[in-house]
């Protein structure tokens, strides 16, 4: 197969998110240790040697606007779901953050009906980070705290 002088949309995007995707797991590699960190480090370089092919060949002025370009854009992930603009509405991800972190209050009395309770699933929902990594329940609140410093978009979409 020839190779192209310019990428195509499609191609383009492609280099957007696996640049995008590549630069969040650089970010967090240092993180994990062990097989989990060996894995990263294999993702990255594959994800470097997919870049280098697709960026190989093209023109030149072609290649320096993609690599421009790729700053601009940030890979999001967006909750599949058929609302429309109409049921939807913006929040303050801080805000819902606080009102999750007041309603986890309620949590200090759990009953410990994990697989019923109304608040998980809501938290859940609405993707509240776990407070604790084990437990019973990923909100449970016994010698942890809600770390308000985990990366937040600049927006929620909640439903109505």
Not at 18 to 39: C, H, N
Not at 90 to 108: I, K, N, S
Not at 111 to 123: A, I, M, Q, V
Request: with cysteine; net charge neutral; glycine share 4%.
């Amino acid at each position: 197969m020839s190779r192209t002088q310019y990428l195509n949309k499609e191609r383009r995007i492609n280099v957007f998110w696996v640049s995008g995707f590549m630069t969040l797991l650089e970010g967090i590699q240092d993180r994990y240790k062990g097989r989990p960190a060996t894995w990263i480090r294999s993702m990255i370089i594959s994800m470097q040697a997919f870049l280098d092919c697709e960026l190989k060949g093209i023109d030149d002025k072609e290649r320096r606007t993609i690599i421009n370009l790729i700053d601009q854009f940030e890979p999001r992930l967006v909750p599949r779901n058929n609302l429309t603009k109409s049921e939807t509405m913006e929040a303050d991800p801080e805000d819902v953050w606080d009102l999750a972190e007041y309603a986890m209050e309620y949590c200090d009395k759990c009953p410990g009906n994990y697989d019923t309770c109304r608040l998980r699933e809501l938290s859940l929902r609405l993707s509240i980070p776990p407070l604790v990594e084990t437990g019973p329940c990923q909100y449970w609140r016994e010698n942890c705290r809600l770390d308000t410093a985990a990366t937040v978009p600049d927006k929620l979409r909640l439903a109505k």
